[in-house]
Nanobody, 127 residues
Framework: QVQLVESGGGLVQAGGSLRLSCAASGRTFSRYAMGWFRQAPGKEREFVAAISRAGGNTNYVDSVKGRFTIARDNDKNTAYLQMNSLKPEDTAVYYC????????????????????WGQGTQVTVSS
């Protein structure tokens, strides 16, 4: 079992920045591909970013490319999502997720391929 705990959400003005953290329990964090998803009110959950097990490969949804950066620190069992130039349309609950069975270099973009999810952290961007 892996427990994921997100933090770092909050209220920010458009153009501002936030860094989300996802702390994972256990000692096998480096075996998990990690991802960030978000869900806005009345909308489906959306893939945001993903990173491979060693951190060498990443993928982003087009709407956040150039603004968001996903990273991980396997020594600290933590994944991050640095969000810059935030827009009101980025407002959502952000979830981190872990996929156990992914090959080492693969990034996982489908939500149904993830095995564990955090409880979510609210990000609100005011205009």
């Amino acid at each position: 079992q892996v427990q994921l705990v997100e933090s770092g959400g909050g209220l920010v003005q458009a153009g501002g920045s936030l860094r989300l953290s996802c702390a994972a329990s256990g000692r096998t964090f480096s075996r998990y591909a990690m991802g960030w998803f978000r869900q806005a009110p009345g909308k489906e959950r959306e893939f945001v970013a993903a990173i491979s097990r060693a951190g060498g490969n990443t993928n982003y949804v087009d709407s956040v490319k150039g603004r968001f950066t996903i990273a991980r620190d396997n020594d600290k069992n933590t994944a991050y999502l640095q969000m810059n130039s935030l827009k009101p349309e980025d407002t959502a609950v952000y979830y981190c997720a872990a996929a156990l069975s992914a090959p080492a270099l693969r990034v996982v973009v489908r939500g149904d391929e993830y095995d564990y999810w955090g409880q979510g952290t609210q990000v609100t961007v005011s205009s």
